[in-house]
């Protein structure tokens, strides 16, 4: 008779991601040079507003017409009118838990209903301590009517929870997106 053996424990998702996953050009959603480019900068912190050196943040985003050149975009995969845009971002986190990812504004894109989202970055988080990535969005300040008409931020209460998915603005023209794993500052993360 053999022994029926059990599941194998869950791993966290770091530290090797840090080490292995990143490339050179990975934070460049569109080249530098890019008409309209920005930096969304931050920093990953845990609960205690400690930086995580070996994190892996992840973007996923429209262009600026709000399509996708993917076949899972209902409309039809359409190639960017940006050169070089690819939609996907990657940053390593540094030695005080900073990131940065060079892109543009995204337009909006239709939500189920037909209505359409504010314009928004899709964000993935990779971390030492956890077991599966988190996801958050980044929202634009400057689109204070989209946002507070779009459903999603409209079932965040909490108006210090909603506030973690906005970017704010820098004087040199970047946004500023700090994402905080737990504590006081949590950012708010969807349940995917």
Known sequence: ??????????????????????WPDGPFV?????????WVTGRLLDGAGEPIPDG???TW???PAGRFDHPDDPRGATKPAIPGFRGFGRS?????????ILTVKPGPVPA??????????????????????VVTRVYFADESEANANYPVLATIEDARLRSTLVA???????????IHLQGAHETAFFAV
């Open 168 to 178: 704010t603005a820098n004087d040199d023209g970047s946004l500023r997106f700090d």
């Open 56 to 58: 892996l943040i992840e």
């Open 112 to 133: 189920e209903d037909g209505r359409a989202q504010a314009p928004h970055i899709d964000v993935s988080v990779f971390s030492r301590g956890l077991l599966d990535r």
């Open 61 to 63: 985003q429209a262009d």
């Open 92 to 100: 390593a986190t540094g030695a005080n838990g900073e990131f940065g």
């Open 1 to 22: 008779m053999s022994e029926r053996l059990g599941c194998t424990p869950s791993q966290t998702v770091g530290p090797y991601l840090h080490i292995v996953l990143p």
């Open 30 to 38: 569109v080249p530098e040079g890019t008409s309209g480019a920005f």
